[in-house]
């Protein structure tokens, strides 16, 4: 029996529904997604290993390359103010909002050169995705045992100095499409402080007006993206985090209600979550966050 053409009909009525319904464009969408982080990861994992031979920061900038091309053929814009704060010649610790899984094209686009993330141990099993970024040197934490992931920011601390190297964090811990900043959680301004570096607030504006994992929509659009004034910590101590943290949570929510051109306040309520965006959720965005 011929299969042609009952796979040629099939593909056409895939494709019919992708231009009449709105869900199935938006599902089609995340799947491509999916299957771009996927493929990208072996293909940017080969040529990591070929040129610098195995896992080094250096790696990042070859796994910036190939996730910028995202964009394209999203019809994503970014513009960036302020990006020479990033790149200045230092240890510092960024943070920055975390919306949706677009967060890892955004991380992307910005990345300036020897910054690492810090992540969860299970992604590190997470197939080509969890080689990419161990060969990118992404930093790896137990959070299921906390002594554990308390010891292991010690380490890092001292590595961002001993390295000048700089660490992105998501301050919120998870991700958040409500039209407002979650509260933030401690480790970031932890590791700032014991590091005795700076904090860089990076802001992305909000992605409702062409992503909504709620209403369906998945169209182009432009994000907006803030790079702030470093916040200082040398001479500040634990007892200090939570001027700290304050300090930089409304330094960021005020520029994201700027950028946004939306209201102070949320948007909308929590969104539900779809399997295929859980499953992103492990992609290089989704930065472990001490509680």
């Not at 938006?26 to 610098?52: D, E």
């Not at 659009?221 to 040398?234: C, F, H, Q, S, W």
């Not at 950028?259 to 992609?283: A, D």
């Amino acid at each position: 029996m011929d299969v042609w053409p009952w796979l040629s009909a099939a593909l056409l009525l895939l494709l019919l529904l992708v231009q009449l319904s709105r869900s199935a464009k938006f599902y089609a969408k995340i799947g491509l997604y999916c299957a771009l982080c996927f493929t990208v990861s072996i293909v940017a994992a080969a040529t990591c290993l070929l040129r610098h031979g195995g896992r080094t920061v250096e790696n990042m900038s070859i796994i910036s390359w190939f996730v910028r091309s995202f964009k394209y053929l999203y019809g994503l814009r970014f513009e960036i103010k302020g990006r020479q704060r990033l790149d200045e010649d230092r240890s510092c610790v960024i943070i920055s909002n975390h919306q949706s899984i677009l967060d890892m094209m955004g991380l992307m686009e910005a990345l300036p050169d020897r910054c690492v993330q810090i992540a969860k141990r299970e992604l590190l099993f997470l197939g080509p995705v969890g080689l990419i970024m161990y060969l990118g040197g992404v930093i790896f934490i137990n959070r299921q045992r906390s002594q554990t992931a308390v010891s292991a920011l010690a380490d890092v601390g001292e590595r961002m100095v001993r390295e000048k190297l700089k660490v992105w964090i998501y301050p919120e811990g998870t991700r958040n499409d409500n039209g407002d900043l979650l509260p933030f959680k401690k480790g970031a301004f932890y590791l700032a402080i014991q590091a005795q570096v700076p904090i860089v607030p990076v802001v992305y504006s909000s992605f409702s007006s062409f992503y909504d994992s709620r209403t369906k929509l998945f169209t182009s659009g432009t994000i907006k993206v803030e790079v702030l004034d470093a916040v200082p910590t040398r001479g500040l101590t634990v007892a200090d985090i939570p001027r700290l943290m304050d300090t930089c949570y409304q330094a960021m929510r005020t520029s994201f209600f700027s950028i946004s051109k939306t209201p102070s306040g949320p948007l909308l309520g929590s969104r539900p979550l779809m399997f295929l965006h859980r499953s992103l959720q492990s992609l290089p965005g989704a930065v472990w966050q001490q509680a």
